[in-house]
């Protein structure tokens, strides 16, 4: 492929992943086990590509994007422990698929950030737009702003931990996992969700079909309050918990009647 001015030009070994051509200068000012360098002028895939190289060849475990510029699809795929701060604001699709970073991002995130997440740690230090964390099966996602609607769609595991409101139909078809929820939520709030636990701190504008009130414990008390003091979050707010009714398990076996009265 071709090179913009300046830029490393890029080829491609056997696993797809990119290898430099020496006499063309590097994106990326590297010291040590550091790295940093400038998006504004780079595509998704000249990004993505560098990260990779980054990691995956040069043995660099901390890197710096400057400029991201709102792209989308950004640091998807990222199957390694490792530390990644994008200083600006993501599109559509940031961070999916990955399996063990540590991810910052210094502004805002648009739909279905963090979808498919394995483990790690995704901080969002803005605002995130609709779908965030969905299906995640581990890590923890901390959205230091307000979410959209759907945010951890059915959730398969780890924690989502939002410090503003959240949408519509957050929870929905949740599965297991946590949701801690500190600004006010709006209606159908854990909507047909078969297992997990979701705290809220605000007002609920209305609950989903078979999402009810828990009963709090020590276990619950220990969770938050680990949680808010690991990332430095201060004090945690009073929580209320909601959980499966567990009033839609055997569905199939109902008769039409009993479908009414349970929808």
């Known amino acids: 492929m071709g ?49 990779r190289w980054l990691l995956y060849e040069q043995g660099i ?18 199957l390694t422990r490792c530390r990644i701060t994008f200083d600006g604001s993501l599109g559509y699709f940031g961070c999916g698929l990955i399996d063990g970073p540590e991810i910052r991002i210094n502004g805002r995130v648009g739909w279905s ?3 498919n997440m394995m483990s790690g740690v995704v901080v969002i230090h803005s605002n995130a737009g609709s779908l965030t964390a969905a299906a995640i099966r581990g890590g923890d996602v901390i959205v230091k702003g307000r979410v959209g609607a759907r945010t951890g ?48 701190a605000g007002k609920v504008k209305s609950l989903g079909i078979d999402c009810v009130p828990g009963e709090w414990n020590e276990s619950d008390t220990e969770l938050i309050e680990r949680k808010f003091s690991v990332y430095e979050l201060g004090t945690p707010p009073e929580f209320q918990k909601f959980v499966c009714g567990k009033k839609l398990y055997n569905y199939d076996n109902l008769e039409p009647s009993e479908r009414k009265l349970v929808l």
């Open 153 to 200: 769609i059915d959730q398969k595991g780890g924690t989502v931990i939002v410090l503003g409101d959240a949408g519509s139909m957050t929870g929905f078809m949740m599965q297991r996992g946590r949701q801690i929820l500190c600004g006010n939520v709006g209606p159908g709030l854990g909507d047909s969700m078969y297992d997990g636990t979701i705290y809220v």
């Open 61 to 78: 475990t901390d890197v710096t994007v400057l400029n991201p510029g709102a792209k989308h699809s950004l640091g998807v795929g990222i």
């Open 113 to 115: 950030a963090c979808e």
């Open 3 to 51: 090179a913009l001015a300046g830029e490393r030009r890029i080829t491609y070994d056997a696993r797809g992943l990119a290898e430099p051509t020496a006499d063309v200068p590097k994106i990326s000012e590297i010291d040590g086990t550091g790295a940093r360098f400038d998006a504004k002028d780079l595509s998704t895939r000249q990004i993505n590509l560098e990260l």
